[in-house]
């Protein structure tokens, strides 16, 4: 069973400021990682993911995430935050070990508030 | 990138009424859609898999009678709410892949708000 958990319900930072929203991920063997966004009353939308190759994954909307074995993490990054980044954050996995397991599992979200 | 269309985005009904929430791909033949279910600020519950002409893989703990699911095409995917009640009320997110390879990318729709009252 894979599990992910996201470390901080609640980020605010200023605006220009790093953001940095945190990710684990618990399972058997790497899967592959995902992170969502979801601004309010809306479905989500990609901002990148892992599945091969470069563990420095660079997403949309200047955001980027490393993918670390050693520590089973999946943290994103911005380096200058934006008023328009404030939303909801979702990391999820999806497990490569049993082939059409095609599920994902989603952390419990982390809110970023943006401080102007 | 593809495009998952889902409607209404808003709907409210009252209690003992069903509700069908419809799930388009747009750009692209939809091999798998899901069903997730969002209770306020938290995260996404998967309810259901399914694939198109075949029944629907519900999770533990998700009513498959109350709950029905039906993927008539490889563009539709249909949630119908049977016998809504207030605690169903909630945000409901469907997601769709283009292939059957787990890496494949999910395209979510917009979600629906159900109210029950």
């Known amino acids: 069973a894979q599990s992910v958990t996201q470390l901080g319900s609640h980020v605010s930072v200023s605006e220009g400021a790093l953001v940095l929203l945190r990710c684990n991920y618990s399972?058997?063997?790497?899967?592959?990682l995902f992170w969502y966004v979801q601004y309010p009353n809306q479905g989500l939308q990609l901002l990148l993911k892992?599945?091969?190759?470069?563990?420095l994954v660079k997403g949309i909307n200047g955001f980027e995430a490393e993918f670390k074995k050693s520590e089973t993490s999946f943290h994103l990054t911005k380096p200058s935050a934006h008023m328009s980044d404030a939303a909801e954050y979702f990391c999820?996995?999806?497990?490569?070990?049993?082939?059409?397991?095609?599920?994902?599992?989603f952390g419990t979200g982390t809110r970023l508030t943006i401080i102007p | 990138g593809a495009v998952v269309s889902q409607h209404p985005s808003r709907v409210i009904c009252k209690s003992g009424t069903s509700v069908k929430i419809e799930c388009r791909s747009l750009?692209?033949?939809?091999?798998?859609m899901f069903w997730y279910r969002q209770f306020p600020k938290q995260s996404l519950m998967l309810m259901a898999t399914?694939?198109?002409?075949?029944?629907?893989?519900?999770e533990q703990g998700v009513e498959k009678d109350k709950f029905l699911i039906n993927h008539a095409s490889l563009t539709l995917s249909t949630l119908t709410v049977t016998s809504a009640h207030p605690e169903d009320s909630s945000f409901y997110i469907c997601s769709a892949k283009q292939g059957a390879a787990f890496y494949t990318e999910a395209f979510f729709g917009q979600g629906t708000r159900l109210t029950v009252v």
């Open positions: 399914s694939n198109e002409g075949s029944k629907a893989t519900y």
């Open positions: 399972s058997s063997v790497p899967p592959y």
């Open positions: 892992y599945t091969t190759g470069a563990t």
């Open positions: 750009d692209f033949q939809a091999t798998t």
């Open positions: 999820a996995v999806s497990d490569r070990s049993n082939f059409g397991n095609e599920k994902l599992t």
